[in-house]
C-alpha cells in the first residue's frame, strides 16, 4: 500500500526567498505524484504532477518538484515566493495498486512573511 | 461557472440530527469523490462513485450514505450526527477512475455538530 510523508508540518519563509516543501512517498510499484494547494477557505486545486517521463516538472505559479526514484521523494520548490503563496500544501500519491484511491499527505503550511 | 459546486457552505446543528449535503460538477467528468478533512488538514477519502457505481467505500461509519442519482451529482446524507463528524467536507470529481487523473474540489461544506 502506499503512503506519504510530508516531512514539515509548517514552513515559515520571508517573502522573496527561495522555498523547498519536502515529500517522501512509499510504494512497491510504479507512482504517481501530486502537488495540491489550498488556500484558506478554499478547496485544493492542482499545482503540479508527476505521471512519466522527465522528473523535472514545473506547475502553476512558478513551482516546479522534481521526482527522485532512489530517494522515494517528490520535493516542492519555488525560487522566491510572495506573500499570496500562503497556503497549505499537499502531496499525494496514487499507483496501479492503490484500488483507485489518492493519498494525501498531512499538508505543509507555508506561511510568506514580509 | 463554478467547476464543482458544494451546498450548503456551512452546516451548523445538532447532535443526532440528520443533515446532507449536496455536491454537482459541470465538467462532464466520470468520477466523483467525498473526503473529510479534520481540524488538523488532514485529508482522508470516503467514497467514490463513478458513473453512479460505487467503487470506494472506506471504513466510515454506515451513518454516512452517499447517493449518486447522475453521474454530475454526488449527494452525502449523515444520520444521527455525532461531534466527531465535525469538519469540512469536500467534494471533488476527475474525469476517469485513473491513477493519472487531476481531482477537482469544490469549495468545502463546513460542518459544525454542538
Known amino acids: 500500500a502506499q503512503s506519504v510523508t510530508q516531512l514539515d508540518s509548517q514552513v515559515p519563509v520571508f517573502e522573496e526567498a527561495p522555498v523547498e516543501l519536502r515529500c517522501n512517498y512509499s510504494s512497491s510499484v510504479s507512482v504517481y505524484l501530486f502537488w495540491y494547494v489550498q488556500y484558506p477557505n478554499q478547496g485544493l486545486q492542482l499545482l503540479l504532477k508527476y505521471l512519466s517521463g522527465s522528473t523535472l516538472v514545473k506547475g502553476i505559479n512558478g513551482f516546479e518538484a522534481e521526482f527522485n526514484k532512489s530517494q522515494t521523494s517528490f520535493h516542492l520548490r519555488k525560487p522566491s515566493v510572495h506573500i499570496s503563496d500562503t497556503a497549505e500544501y499537499f502531496c499525494?500519491?496514487?499507483?496501479?495498486?492503490?484500488?483507485?484511491?489518492?493519498?494525501f499527505g498531512a499538508g505543509t503550511r507555508l506561511f510568506v512573511k514580509a | 461557472d463554478t467547476a464543482v459546486s458544494q451546498t450548503p457552505k456551512y452546516l451548523v446543528t445538532q447532535m443526532g440530527n440528520d443533515k446532507s449535503i449536496k455536491c454537482e460538477q459541470n465538467?462532464?467528468?466520470?468520477?466523483m469523490y467525498w473526503y473529510k478533512q479534520d481540524s488538523k488538514k488532514f485529508l482522508k477519502i470516503m467514497f467514490s462513485y463513478n458513473n453512479k457505481e460505487l467503487i470506494i467505500n472506506e471504513t466510515v461509519p454506515n451513518r454516512f450514505s452517499p447517493k449518486s442519482p447522475d453521474k454530475a451529482h454526488l449527494n452525502l446524507h449523515i444520520n444521527s450526527l455525532e461531534l466527531g463528524d465535525s469538519a469540512v467536507y469536500f467534494c471533488a470529481s476527475s474525469l476517469g477512475t485513473g491513477e493519472t487523473d487531476t481531482q477537482y474540489f469544490g469549495p468545502g461544506t463546513r460542518l459544525t455538530v454542538l
Open positions: 499525494a500519491v496514487s499507483d496501479l495498486t492503490g484500488g483507485f484511491k489518492t493519498i
Open positions: 465538467l462532464g467528468h466520470d468520477t
